[in-house]
Antibody
Framework: QITLRESGPTVVKPTQTLTLTCTFS??????????VGWIRQPPGKALEWLAL???????RYSPSLKSRLTITKDTSKDQVVFTMTNMDPVDTGTYFC??????????WGQGTLVTVSS | QSALTQPASVSGSPGQSITISCTGT?????????VSWYQQHPGKAPKLLIY???ERPSGVSVRFSGSKSGNTASLTISGLQAEDEADYHC??????????FGGGTKLTVL
């Protein structure tokens, strides 16, 4: 049974850096076939893929946000850490982490709502 | 890398069939057979409905089916039921291990 859970601040101030942690179980992120991604969703809007990290430590970022994003993994803790710099109110939304095997996000965390406000 | 294009909303009556389109380009939907569809109820996480364009994960109703023609993928829901009312999102492989999502479609069951 694969589970994922996001954790981190619910409110960040403009210009601050957002750091979110995805704690997972049911798989190991040490093999190349597995990956964990971050996807966000502004209130009432569409899903937007942000970043992916693979078991072989390969990393991919959304081209439009690449300069602001970092994704890392701690295999010993079964965690993936995501950071987004220079937060703005337009970055307000629910941030999901999800397991990806192959081409699809087959298991998702419940999501965490992040509000950017001074 | 622009978002895939989906209609903002579709509607249908119970028992009817509806189709949601997802239009990309020859660099994503048109090039690879890796289109996925997700169902999302309000306040919930998305759920994988269709993968590899037309395959259903275990437990997903046969009423949901996927197809592709050229740069456009489609999700068809047959025998519409009240519980199908939700948001539907497509995603596609965009090469180089990149992912792209669509704009989402709100399905209303009349």
């Amino acid at each position: 049974q694969i589970t994922l859970r996001e954790s981190g601040p619910t409110v960040v101030k403009p210009t601050q850096t957002l750091t979110l942690t995805c704690t997972f179980s049911g798989f190991s992120l040490s093999s190349g076939g597995e990956s964990v991604g971050w996807i966000r969703q502004p209130p009432g809007k569409a899903l937007e893929w942000l970043a992916l990290i693979y078991g072989d430590d390969d990393k991919r970022y959304s081209p439009s946000l690449k300069s602001r994003l970092t994704i890392t993994k701690d295999t010993s803790k079964d965690q993936v850490v995501f950071t987004m710099t220079n937060m703005d109110p337009v970055d307000t939304g629910t941030y999901f982490c999800a397991h990806k095997r192959g081409w699809d996000f087959d298991f998702w965390g419940q999501g965490t709502l992040v509000t950017v406000s001074s | 890398q622009s978002a895939l294009t989906q209609p903002a909303s579709v509607s249908g009556s119970p028992g009817q069939s509806i189709t949601i389109s997802c239009t990309g380009t020859s660099n994503d939907v048109g090039r690879y057979d890796h289109v996925s569809w997700y169902q999302q109820h309000p306040g919930k996480a998305p759920k994988l409905l269709i993968y590899a364009g037309s395959e259903r994960p275990s437990g997903v109703s046969v009423r949901f089916s996927g197809s592709k023609s050229g740069n456009t993928a489609s999700l068809t829901i047959s025998g519409l039921q009240a519980e199908d009312e939700a948001d539907y999102h497509c995603s596609a492989y965009a090469g180089d291990r990149l992912v792209i999502f669509g704009g989402g479609t709100k399905l209303t069951v009349l």
